[in-house]
């Protein structure tokens, strides 16, 4: 018995021992704000000193990027430490299952190491199957605290996150007249045109930005009064880039450049990332590092599922060459983009080329920059780097992120560049295939094959007989080439079992536009395909050749009035359609009579709106 209470007091010991040798992580997260907004890393429309500080006291990431661009598929990564692309995530709050008995969530494995959690802020997992709150100790509620470590044992090590929204695009919606900073003082975007009311936006937002720093003070003031600075690692970065237009929801530096500030506290200085505090670090971070990074410093277990790299403390791993990022669906809007960067050059493939990045999307419309931005592009007042956002695009893009941080100018053809661009295209094909890259279908094609065999998409991506990835990535190679000596491979591989091949065929008979005129028969058979997504791109085919078009038509139709498996696809078609659907879509319009979508006017409602009906 003696003995017994012995080894208790000894375990109790050292159980108390390791909670001290542990440091507490704090992690404040802000929203919408790319490093342009923070005053350390050279942005002069906000001031934001208390961020300032704290990168005087300890080191301030060069290279850190989102890997989504946009909150939900971002947080996804961060609460698996896993790529969305990877688990079939990345559709903006589309909640698709994953195998929850696979992939643990991180704090998980913190509380089993020990550490209280708290989260009372933001979750937005985008991830079906459990509770986003059913992971945290500490999740909110009735008399909430921002700040979750006073919810803790005494002397228990915590992991923290306090959440801040003063900085999310919401703030920059509504009246602009009367911003809290001067307009004339702003600093536009180049692709931005200088314009009153987009001078005004960004003012309006800069304040916001401004109150969001205060926010981080009062979060900072609050540990030090309850005597913990000293004790705690604190890391600040934003959640993704923001928020004027073509920054937030896509993938150029403006939305996926983020500041990342780490303080970490004398007694833990050996795991400064740095000689000293004050210093830059450059070494890339992706988001997706974070969560393995955080279970090291917390001496927590860390899963084989885990896809990212510790950047920081004992366990950090050698510098990666690359960051990964990826857009899909936004809201209603569809788009399918891969980018791969070091942290100087950017290559971005695009595999909806088709549609304009600037889509109308009714909640980005809110800030009243968008549509001032839009209105002057429709007047035929913007140049070629004010109007690219709203024309369709090219299959690939290359950018000099040190020359062209706002990405306008696209190097892709420049043959003195050849051999970077090769080294970029061949690793974002090696990581697609590492990772499992589930975008190579489109978004319902993929959910229902996953469905129809009791799977999830994570699976199914995973079993090559259902997805055979590097047949679809060399099928969309073929496609985004724009080669019409591709014509007759195209034109055979209409008639593929597979559905997905038959997917990037059409695509790339549509690609070609007039070079594809001789396949008007595979086109008339795809308005047949039991694919819908392969009849609505066949239709617009058609339609472009001014080829059968009254079969064309009739197909779109059809699909609109007798239903559809894809009707989010179905209504972006029309969009890009343009004049020719607009018969079609004042019908739907007098029969249906429903203009709204999630976050305001639809896209039919939109196009009606446009045209006065």
Request: charged share 25%; glycine share 8%.
């Amino acid at each position: 018995m003696f003995r017994h209470l012995i080894a208790l007091l000894c375990l109790m010991g050292y159980t108390v021992l390791q909670a001290a040798d542990r440091p507490n992580i704090l992690w404040i997260t802000s929203e919408d704000n790319g490093i342009s907004w923070v005053s350390c890393y050279g942005g002069t429309n906000a001031q934001t000193p208390a961020i300032d500080q704290l990168a005087k006291e300890g080191f301030r990431y060069t290279n850190c990027y989102d890997n989504a661009a946009v909150c939900a598929p971002t947080r996804s990564c961060w609460i698996t430490g896993m790529y969305a692309i990877s688990n079939g995530t990345q559709p903006m709050r589309s909640r698709n299952l994953i195998p929850h008995n696979r992939i643990p969530y991180y704090p998980d494995l913190l509380k089993k190491a020990g550490y209280h959690t708290s989260n009372p802020g933001k979750t937005d997992y985008n991830i079906g199957g459990r509770e986003d709150k059913e992971c945290w100790d500490y999740k909110g509620g009735k008399k909430q605290t921002q700040f979750g470590w006073r919810k803790r044992k005494e002397g228990q090590p915590f992991f923290a996150i306090v959440n801040i929204g003063d900085s999310h695009e919401s703030r920059a919606h509504g009246d602009v007249s009367k911003p809290p900073k001067d307009p004339a003082k702003m600093k536009l975007f180049s692709y931005h045109p200088d314009l009153p009311v987009i001078r005004a936006n960004y003012a309006k937002y800069a304040g916001a930005v401004e109150n969001m720093d205060r926010k981080v003070a009062a979060t900072l003031k609050a540990l030090k009064d309850d005597g913990l600075y000293e004790d705690t690692i604190i890391i600040y970065n934003s959640d993704h880039g923001g928020v004027m237009a073509r920054s937030k929801r896509f993938l150029y530096s403006s939305g996926v450049h983020c500041p990342l500030v780490v303080r970490i506290p004398e007694k833990w200085k050996h795991l400064y990332p740095a000689a000293r505090p004050g210093m830059t670090v450059d070494r890339i971070v992706s988001f997706v590092d974070m969560p393995k990074t955080w279970l090291s410093l917390a001496g927590a277990p860390i899963p084989e599922s885990l896809q990212g790299t510790v950047f920081l403390g004992d366990g950090t791993e050698p510098d990666p060459k690359y960051h990964l990022g990826f857009r899909e669906r936004a809201d209603e809007r569809l788009d399918n983009v891969r980018l791969l960067r070091d942290g100087r050059w950017a290559y971005h493939r695009n595999y909806m080329p088709f549609a304009p990045a600037g889509q109308h999307l009714a909640y980005l419309w809110k800030a009243k920059a968008t549509p001032a931005w839009e209105q002057h592009h429709r007047e035929g007042k913007t140049n070629e780097i004010t109007g690219r956002f709203f024309r369709p695009r090219v299959s690939e893009e290359f950018y000099d992120n040190e020359a062209d941080f706002d990405n306008v100018h696209n190097l892709i053809d420049r043959p003195e560049h050849s051999r970077k661009i090769a080294e970029l295209k061949a690793e974002l094909r090696r990581r697609q295939l590492e990772l499992y890259d589930t975008g190579l279908l489109p978004e319902k094609m993929r959910e229902r094959r996953a469905a129809a065999n009791e799977m999830t998409i994570y699976e199914m991506a995973r079993n090559r007989k259902l997805y055979p990835l590097a047949q679809y990535l060399d099928a969309a190679d073929v496609a985004l080439a724009r080669d019409a000596s591709n014509l007759e491979a195209l034109t055979n591989q209409m008639s593929h079992q597979d559905e997905g091949m038959r997917w990037w065929a059409v695509v790339g008979l549509h690609l070609l536009e007039d070079n594809a005129a001789q396949s008007t028969g595979v086109l008339v058979r795809g308005l047949s395909d039991e694919a819908h997504e392969i009849r609505m791109m066949s239709a617009w085919t058609l339609v472009r050749l001014k080829s059968e078009q009254a079969a064309a038509m009739k197909c779109l139709d059809e699909l609109l009035f007798g239903g559809t498996h894809n009707e989010v696809m179905l209504h972006n078609v029309l969009d890009w359609m343009g004049e020719p659907a607009l018969p079609l879509v004042k019908k739907y319009i007098a029969q249906d009579g429903n203009r709204q979508g999630r976050y305001g006017i639809g896209i039919l409602g939109r196009i009606a709106e446009l045209q006065g009906w």
